[in-house]
């Protein structure tokens, strides 16, 4: 079956830092891969989405570039503000699977000022 | 538009007590899909309905039931609550040929 790996959290870093947080995946055919952010009390929101390989989805800054042949979907962002602080899923979709996305465990990452 | 909503926000349920959750999108959107949160381990998927008047299983369906009222509305139902369901809730909505799910603000159930 489909699954989702992401680096374990929480990330702390400092305000303008550089940020990288792993994501790799298993998936059977060509899934589509994306970035979700959960920020605290609310629902998760779209980050950012790559369809095919070698795309980069890219949003708000965050960048994550589609890579089959190490089937990642790495995010990262050049300099990281407070206002980041939130949990970051990564998710594929399985077009071939009811279109239902499978996420990974989700990594908090927090910004101090 | 409110996008997906979610009643309630917040529940308190004794062990064996029932209780339906509420969703609703004004999207006009084809699928919608209930997940629970629990941490560590993501969102899963409890059930799917790809269109008005089917439902199906997701990856942890037991305990729960789903009514698919029509295009708009989408409910979760627990006939006998039991502490492993404590979790957060999220509905969410997509549209047929998009990509996109879009999430609620979630439910929190707590079940003592």
């Known amino acids: 079956g489909n699954s989702v790996t992401q680096m374990e959290g929480p990330v702390t870093l400092s305000e303008e830092a550089f940020l990288t947080i792993n994501c790799t995946y298993t998936?059977?055919?060509?899934?589509?891969l994306f970035w979700y952010v959960q920020y605290p009390g609310e629902g998760l929101q779209l980050l950012l989405k790559a369809t095919k390989a070698d795309d980069k989805g890219s949003n708000k800054g965050f960048e994550a570039t589609y890579r089959k042949e190490t089937t990642s979907f790495h995010l990262e962002k050049g300099s990281v503000q407070v206002s980041d602080s939130a949990v970051y899923f990564c998710?594929?979709?399985?077009?071939?699977?009811?279109?239902?996305?499978?996420f990974g465990g989700g990594t908090r990452l927090m910004v101090k000022p | 538009n409110a996008g997906v909503t979610q009643t309630p926000k917040f529940q308190v349920l004794k062990t064996g007590q029932s209780m339906t959750l509420q969703c609703a999108q004004d999207m006009n959107h084809n699928s919608m899909y209930w997940y629970r949160q629990d941490p560590g381990m993501g969102l899963r998927l409890i059930y799917y309905s790809a269109s008005e008047g089917t439902t199906d299983k997701g990856e942890v369906p037991n305990g729960y039931n789903v009514s698919r009222l029509n295009k708009r509305e989408f409910s979760l139902r627990l006939e006998s609550a039991a502490p492993s369901q404590t979790s957060v809730y999220f509905c969410a909505s997509r549209l047929s040929g998009g990509h996109e799910q879009y999430f609620g603000p979630g439910t929190r159930l707590t079940v003592t």
């Open positions: 998710a594929l979709l399985d077009n071939n699977a009811g279109n239902m996305l499978t």
């Open positions: 998936a059977t055919g060509y899934p589509s």
